[in-house]
């Protein structure tokens, strides 16, 4: 998506035991004079995230001195979750499973082409007058 420069310097998976609360970072820039914080949620596509999930992510953020993240899951997230804005400078943005996997494709990011079709359209430039 452009961030960070090359993919290989673009972010950091952080996503262990004891991460308080942080899976990853993605340098905003190429310089990586803004960190985005990443929090990803592998649930079972019933398996909804909840408000108390984003409230701990904010907490998370604030430990971190973070003012922007990024929350994704595979599955999908509440009403309550989706209308949550925190009352802090802090700004968050949440992707569930449909939005990461049109991201995937329009990035190619995971994703391998099946097929490609080719549409031929007459050239009337070709048989002149």
């Known amino acids: 998506m452009g ?11 952080i996503g262990k035991s004891g991460d308080e609360g942080i899976d990853g970072t993605i340098k905003e ?8 914080y990443i ?11 909840g408000r108390p999930e984003l409230h701990k992510f904010v907490g998370a ?20 979750a989706s209308d949550y804005v925190p009352r802090n400078e802090t700004k968050i943005v949440l992707i569930d ?10 990035y190619s990011l995971g994703v391998t082409v099946q097929q490609v079709y080719e549409i031929k359209r007459m050239d009337n430039d070709y048989f002149g007058d």
């Open 3 to 13: 961030y960070g420069g090359s993919i290989k310097d673009a972010g950091k998976a």
């Open 29 to 36: 820039d190429k310089l990586g004079l803004d960190i985005i």
């Open 39 to 49: 929090q990803a949620k592998k649930w079972a596509p019933g398996n909804v995230v």
């Open 61 to 80: 953020l604030a430990g971190q001195g973070a003012k922007k993240g990024v929350f994704i899951t595979t599955s999908s997230f509440t009403r309550e």
């Open 97 to 106: 499973g449909e939005q990461l996997a049109q991201l995937m494709i329009d």
